[in-house]
């Protein structure tokens, strides 16, 4: 084996380049793309390189039985090596009875995984493949915090969940990362297979093929002391957040919500802030995550429940002269907020919370000039959210409610839900009613304001009862394979739940409820559903890339934007904000008082003293032809009080989310020749003879690419603070 080596080191010695190419490879692992350091009020998860887990042998593990091998540490099959392994693992196979054996190997430095060819339906309920938890955002649930219940206690999670804590609350010993480009992947298997794989007869022998990963954090510990830091230095932290470019070890996860308001909320000339209007929310959110947090798309815990939504807001703009008669006769007024964070313990939604409290939403007050009257916690009566839309066993959807506070005045409540019931039978589905013990609400965005006050009432619409049936919320495997059957329910049951939508806001703001009011656009869910789930990306439908008219790469054209990844993390460099921004200015806004603008520079000037209304210059998905349009839609970064250096010191507690991400460093990947002691002196030289040959082969194969520096000073991990 040796002398082969020799032999083709010297013959390719001279072309040194393209035995390299073959073999010998540096891969750039994209940002997000490995798993690295978040922490909560107490706590650090996630990964960091140590010297323990940088280096490894390249093994594989293709079938549950493999696993097994992780207690041996390969040794039968590699008996003369003692150092560690990087584990090559179709994602799929992370499991209940695989996760203790990954977490509590000895012989593992990493994992890399990747997307395994087994694709699997919407429908599909043998794997639970759940990266969260049990239950749900547990800590920060108002039955748990408010006393009546005991931490974790309805378990809404626990068929799908891995673990009971999720995966994202794993302080792991080993490295990850995640590997979706075909090249790479080949690369890695090939290397694998030429030298690791044992031969016929069960042996293998230097060299091997050996893989070198670093992610360094620069911060451990957990977020208070992160906290304390950038408290003590707010101003970096102030002007990272603003430009992502001062030097920081950890900052909070905060990303754009986005609040859409279809009828306009009284504007005051100063600071009067007397009481005016009642208002229900129509609340979804916009995140989820998985292991390796930023490859998770959502398709069921976000994409499908936001469709139902803009489809309802493209109705009502639709109708919205009606909407607005209503609201100015009944005085109550709907609008639409899609939450960043929510699956981090409500970042979005606790946020708003405590700025309506503090009478600073939408906006802060502002003497100067008018303001819109501040949407107060006292003035929101319902939270009107949809989850997990389009996985609905059978034809039967729930609604969830808040038992004690839909005690105090039924009425309302009850009319709200008999809309909804006629909006999703005429649709062919089937509602029930909460009832005895299942009048708690479920985890959702409502808890944040059930927290902040003690009136505003919830109506969750989802397809679980007591369980989620869907067995991969927030995971790295939330992302279907769907027939054309299964697409073709999911879009009825968008359709029908985005019509209970309209019927439940109609009936609160005083609106009939009729063909025309509650009619949603089946062909716009259509396309929707294949712009924003079927497509690989963003942009690759024709609707969303007239849509975009050329302005979404002249925004951004680094790597994390061309991903398809609904994951909030401490610096916006996911492009979903922008496509649900623009999708909402286009179920929402009008051009009808605008038709005579045909620049962007006079359509902005529109938008300069206004309080209310913003002004875009924005194509129209059908026709590509640009107009001004009018709107009153927020875009709006939400940072956790808890967490905000510029929020006072006691709202650190444990009402807010306190979720924070490590700065960190990605190394490449590099794949290597693993030889034993000895041959290092052969290998040196092998680097003179090659050096004689060819000096470029000495640069670009320096003994270093080819042996394992055991000498190497200690890699440490990110120095606590
Ligand atoms: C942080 O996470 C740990 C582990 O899940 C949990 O025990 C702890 O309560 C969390 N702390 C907060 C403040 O949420
Ligand atoms: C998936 O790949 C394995 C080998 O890598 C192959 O045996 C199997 O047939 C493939 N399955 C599908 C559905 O393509
Ligand atoms: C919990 O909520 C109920 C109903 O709003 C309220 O009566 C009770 O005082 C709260 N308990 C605590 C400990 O906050
Ligand atoms: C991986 O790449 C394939 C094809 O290039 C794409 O369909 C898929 O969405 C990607 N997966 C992730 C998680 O990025
Ligand atoms: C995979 O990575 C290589 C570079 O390593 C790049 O040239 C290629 O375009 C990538 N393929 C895909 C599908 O992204
Ligand atoms: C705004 O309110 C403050 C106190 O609430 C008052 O002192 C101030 O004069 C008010 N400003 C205007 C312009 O009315
Ligand atoms: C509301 O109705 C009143 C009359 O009933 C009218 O004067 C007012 O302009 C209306 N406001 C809006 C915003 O339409």
């Not at 009546?148 to 799908?160: I, L, P, V």
């Not at 066993?393 to 729930?398: P, T, V």
């Not at 806001?505 to 924003?532: M, Q, R």
Request: hydrophobic share 35%; proline share 4%; with cysteine.
């Amino acid at each position: 084996m040796k002398l082969w080596i020799v032999l083709i080191l010297i013959i390719g010695g001279v072309q040194c380049d393209g035995f390299s190419d073959q073999v010998f490879k540096t891969l750039n692992i994209g940002e997000g793309n490995a798993c690295y350091r978040t922490f909560n009020k107490t706590h650090e998860f996630g990964c960091q390189a140590t010297k323990d887990n940088e280096n490894g042998l390249i093994v594989r593990i293709d079938k549950h039985e493999d696993f097994k091998n992780l207690d041996s540490c390969w040794r039968s099959f590699y008996p003369s090596y003692s150092g560690k392994f990087w584990a090559m693992v179709p994602v799929d196979l992370i499991r209940r009875d695989s996760i203790s054996m990954l977490k509590s190997s000895d012989c593992l430095a990493g994992i890399v995984l990747y997307n395994s060819n087994q694709s699997m339906h919407p429908d599909e309920k043998t794997t639970a493949a759940s990266h969260d938890g049990d239950c749900p955002n547990a800590a920060s649930d108002y039955y748990f915090q408010n006393d009546t219940e005991a931490y974790c206690e309805r378990k809404f999670n626990s068929r799908g969940s891995i673990t009971p804590d999720g995966l994202m609350r794993m302080d792991w010993r080993v490295q990850m990362i995640f590997i979706n480009n075909s090249t790479d992947l080949d690369v890695i298997k090939r290397c694998y297979s030429m030298f690791n794989t044992p031969r016929e007869d069960g042996s293998t022998g230097y060299p091997y093929c050996g893989m070198s990963f670093r992610m360094t954090n620069m911060a451990a510990g957990n977020s208070e002391i992160c906290y304390r830091r950038g408290k003590n230095d707010a101003k970096l932290f102030q002007m990272n957040i603003d430009s992502g470019d001062a030097p920081q070890l950890c900052g909070a996860m905060h990303s754009d919500n986005i609040f859409a308001f279809p009828t306009p909320i009284p504007t005051t000339p100063f600071n009067d802030t007397h009481h005016s209007s009642k208002y229900m929310m129509v609340a979804s959110r916009m995140d989820s995550f998985g292991m390796i947090p930023e490859v998770s798309v959502g398709e069921v815990s976000v994409l499908t429940s936001i469709i139902s939504v803009l489809a309802a807001a493209r109705s009502m703009g639709d109708n919205i002269e009606k909407w607005k008669k209503a609201s100015n006769v009944s005085n109550r007024n709907i609008f639409f907020s899609f939450f960043n964070g929510e699956s981090l313990d409500y970042i979005g939604s606790g946020t708003t919370a405590y700025q309506m409290g503090k009478g600073m939403f939408p906006q802060s007050l502002r003497e100067d000039r008018a303001h819109i009257h501040p949407v107060l916690l006292e003035e929101l009566e319902y939270v009107l959210e949809v989850q997990q839309v389009g996985v609905a066993e059978g034809r039967k959807y729930y609604v969830h409610i808040d038992g004690d506070r839909y005690d105090q005045d039924r009425t309302p409540t009850d009319k709200i839900m008999d809309k909804i019931e006629r909006g999703l039978r005429s649709h062919g589905f089937d509602l029930e009613k909460p009832s005895g013990s299942q009048r708690k609400v479920p985890p959702s965005s409502w808890h944040s304001f059930a927290k902040a006050d003690s009136k505003v009432k919830a109506v969750l619409i989802a397809p679980f009862k007591e369980e989620y049936d869907y067995k991969r919320i927030n995971s790295i495997l939330d992302k279907n394979q769907w027939t054309s059957d299964e697409k073709e329910k999911a879009v009825q049951e968008i359709e029908a739940v985005a019509t209970s939508i309209l019927a439940a806001s109609a009936e609160y703001v005083g609106l009939e409820t009729d063909d025309v009011v509650a009619k949603v656009d089946k062909k716009l869910v259509t396309t929707l559903f294949e712009c924003l789930i079927t497509s690989n990306f963003w942009f690759d439908c024709d609707f969303m890339q007239k849509l975009d008219g050329g302005r979404y790469h002249k925004l951004f054209d680094s790597y994390g934007f061309n991903e398809k990844s609904t994951y909030i993390s401490m610096e916006t460099h996911t492009a979903f904000p922008t496509v649900l921004h623009w999708l909402t200015i286009f179920a929402l806004g009008s051009d009808k008082e605008t038709l005579n603008v045909k620049s962007e520079k006079s359509c902005s000037h529109l938008g300069q003293f206004q309080a209310m209304y913003t002004y875009t210059w924005q194509p129209s998905p059908y026709t590509g032809s640009f107009s001004c349009l009018k709107s009153a839609i927020v875009k709006k970064v939400m940072v956790s009080p808890a967490v905000d250096p510029s929020t006072p010191e006691e709202e650190m507690n444990t009402r807010y989310s306190t979720w924070m991400e490590s700065v960190y460093i990605i190394e490449n990947v590099n794949l290597y020749l693993m030889e034993d002691s000895s041959f290092e002196y052969t290998m040196l030289i092998i680097s003179v003879i090659s050096a004689l040959l060819s000096m470029i082969a000495v640069i670009r194969c320096s003994e270093a690419t080819f042996i394992v520096d055991e000498g190497e000073p200690a890699a440490e991990g990110g120095e606590p603070l």
